[in-house]
Every structure is written in C-alpha cells, then in structure tokens.
C-alpha cells in the first residue's frame, strides 16, 4: 500500500522561509500525481492552497509556493506569520479517481 | 462563490446506518467531480470517496469499500454518502468536496473546495 510521507513537525521564525515535502514510500512524486496542499487550523475545515502542482486557489498570497523538489513535492513559505502556523496536509492522485493524503505537518513559528 | 453545505451527521449505534448530504450552489454542479474526506478525532485527513460529474464512476478507499456508497442528484446539486455497517472507527468529521475552478485530468478529483464538515459519532 503506498504511503504519503510528510515531516511529522517543522518549525520557522517569523519572516523567514520554510519548505514543507511530500514524498512516496516507494518512488518519486512528479507533476502527473497533481499534488495539492492545504493548510488547517484546529476546529476549522482545510483550505487550498495550491493544487496540481503549483497552481495557487484563489486567495492565496504569492507567499505560498508549490513545486518538485528531487522526487517529492513541496510547498515553500516564504515571509512566514504567525498565522500561519498551522497544519498542513499534501494529497497525491494516484489514479482510477482515488488521492491519499499525507499525514501532514505541524508547522510552527516561533 | 463556492458553496457546500453538508447534514445529516449525528450519532449512531455500531452496525447502524446514516446519509450525508452535501448541498452545492456557486458552480455547475454536473461538471466537477466530488469527494467525500473525513477527519477522526486528532488525526489527520483521510479521503474516503469520490464520484465523476456525470455520476457514472465512483471510487472508494479500502476502509470503506462494501459499506459506503456515493451518490449525486445533479438535478438538486446534492452530493450523498450512505453509510451501512457503520464501526467506532468511522467517527470522524465529513469533509464535502469540489475539484479546483482550473482543474484538468487528475487534479479535478482533488480537494479544491470544501465544505464547513458534519460529525458522525459512532458509539453504543
């Protein structure tokens, strides 16, 4: 069964810039599993950031950024507030209709 | 502007039954495909279904697949998931979703908006 690894936790100071990845158990993520984000705050449902890739939801400050990285996705940071520490969540396509999520990552700034 | 209201969460004896309901309103119902992704108690996301805008194809994860089943009107925009043989672990928070505005191939079966969720307990 495939897995979608993210870091369990991460932290950044204000202003600076993160990188948050999203990877397989087995192989590499590529533009052709669609990768999205979301970000998440207790009590609250998810919402967009970025889908297919790279592609920012409507709203979303040019501070969030989508990309691959080696062989996984990742969403960058950058400029980060306090208000963005949240949870933040990848989703890979995996085919046939179906996406898996990551775990996702408890971001902190600090 | 997008919007998705889901009902029908509540709490239910194990082995029991229960339908969501997602009413759609801001877009054309018909062209997007919609999902169902549900949130146990401190955990984290976990995508249970989806169905094409057409309503001709549907797809389950493995914890669900046999007991749940998505449905769509595209006459009343409304998005189903009936639940059968419901277990402790299916209590969750349940998420309606929407592909992206811009979305192609793959992307469209992604959550791109989202509903505010019901919760369904599961407990005797």
């Known amino acids: 069964q495939t897995v979608v690894t993210q870091e369990p936790s991460f932290s950044v100071s204000p202003g600076g810039t993160v990188t948050l990845t999203c990877g397989l158990s087995?192989?590499?993520?590529?533009?052709?599993?669609?990768p999205s984000w979301y970000q998440q705050t207790p009590g609250q449902a998810p919402r967009t950031l970025i889908y297919s890739t790279n592609t920012r939801s409507s709203g979303v400050p040019d501070r969030f950024s989508g990309s691959i990285l080696g062989n996984k996705a990742a969403l960058t940071i950058t400029g980060a507030q306090a208000d963005d520490e949240s949870d933040y969540y990848c989703v890979l396509y995996m085919g046939s209709g179906t996406v898996v999520f990551g775990g996702g990552t408890k971001l902190t700034v600090l | 502007e997008v919007q998705l209201l889901e009902s029908g969460g509540g709490l239910v004896q194990p082995g029991g039954s229960l339908r969501l309901s997602c009413a759609a309103s801001g877009f054309t119902f018909s062209s997007y495909a919609m999902s169902w992704v549900r949130q146990a108690p401190g955990k984290g996301l976990e995508w249970v279904s989806a169905i094409s805008g057409s309503g001709g194809s549907t797809y389950y994860a493995d914890s669900v697949k046999g007991r749940f089943t998505i449905s769509r009107d595209n006459s009343k925009n409304t998005l189903y998931l009936q639940m059968n043989s419901l277990r402790a672990e299916d209590t969750a928070v349940y998420y309606c979703?929407?592909?992206?505005?811009?979305?192609?191939?793959?992307?469209?079966?992604?959550?791109?908006?989202w509903g505010q969720g019901t919760l369904v307990t599961v407990s005797s």
């Open positions: 979703a929407k592909g992206p505005r811009y979305c192609s191939g793959g992307s469209c079966y992604s959550p791109g908006h």
């Open positions: 087995s192989g590499s993520v590529s533009t052709s599993y669609y």
